[in-house]
């Protein structure tokens, strides 16, 4: 009894040691853009308008993959995801409030962001619709809406549009250079089909729920799938490390409560 219980814990220690491919830092010309010369863009979880509650999590693995794609562009500085689940969680902002433009400007204040970035998306498949609008938080102006749409296939085509639409309307212009540079960010981080960046996000899902096991399995599918993609690795990776640090803490947990039973026995 005493054998099986320790044992799981350190078999998931054994098999997170497996070494993953940490991704390339940001393009050079995202580094040399000082900071106070980046606008700061807020993305928030997108809305599901598809009548299924599963399709959920995607709201935030669009959002993740938005986050990610524009951080390539060197005019912007994005605001982690990190910062909006911790704010969600101090504020009590609902999933459902992202798609009110009052509260999405009040997030985007909370957020210190000069831009937020909502959105919706519908899933008839086999095709998939994404909506946004790209707001300044100081006016309330709406700079742009945009539509994407295209087969669950073509995934990473709808969200390469749905980026380039969002850099067109904050008026960004950029050198030929960083035109490549921003390229090959994308390529990087591609997660090209929707049933991958649906997994990816049911994953992230799970990892803010703190159910770090169940978050990394998810996660070993993403990355067989995609297993050339950036973003997939470093998610993974942190993944890891939380996982194994869940492990260990139930297997010193463990460890005190048998020692203790030893010593109470006595």
Do not use: C, W
């Not at 433009?101 to 008839?124: H, K, Q």
């Not at 609008?133 to 749905?162: C, K, P, V, W």
């Not at 490549?180 to 089909?193: G, N, P, S």
């Amino acid at each position: 009894m005493v054998r099986g219980s320790i044992v799981a814990p350190l078999l998931l220690l054994l098999a997170l040691s497996v070494v993953v491919r940490v991704p390339a830092p940001a393009p050079l010309a995202a580094q040399l853009v000082s900071e106070d010369d980046r606008h700061i863009v807020a993305v928030l979880y997108f809305d599901n308008r598809t009548g299924v509650d599963r399709y959920d999590a995607l709201g935030k693995g669009i959002a993740e993959m938005l986050i990610t794609d524009l951080s390539g562009v060197p005019y912007l500085r994005l605001v982690e995801r990190a910062r909006l689940r911790d704010l969600m969680n101090e504020v009590e902002f609902s999933r459902s409030d992202h798609a009110d433009p009052e509260t999405a400007i009040e997030i985007g204040r909370f957020l210190a962001a000069e831009y937020i970035v909502t959105g919706s998306f519908i899933d008839s498949s086999p095709r998939i619709r994404v909506d946004s609008r790209i707001i300044r938080t100081e006016t309330a102006e709406i700079l742009r809406s945009t539509s994407a749409e295209g087969n669950e296939e073509e995934f990473f085509e709808i969200h390469e549009n749905l980026a380039r639409s969002l850099i067109e309307a904050l008026e960004l212009t950029l050198s030929e250079d960083e035109a490549e540079a921003y390229l090959r960010h994308q390529e990087e981080h591609r997660i090209q089909d929707a049933e991958t960046a649906m997994a990816f996000s049911e994953a992230l899902e799970l990892y803010d729920r703190e159910e770090y096991f169940d978050a990394l399995e998810r996660m070993a599918f993403v990355a067989r799938r995609a297993p050339g993609s950036a973003l997939v690795s470093l998610t993974y990776s942190h993944m890891r490390d939380a996982a194994g640090s869940a492990a260990r803490d139930e297997a010193g947990s463990f460890l005190r409560r048998f020692i203790n039973s030893l010593i109470g026995g006595g």
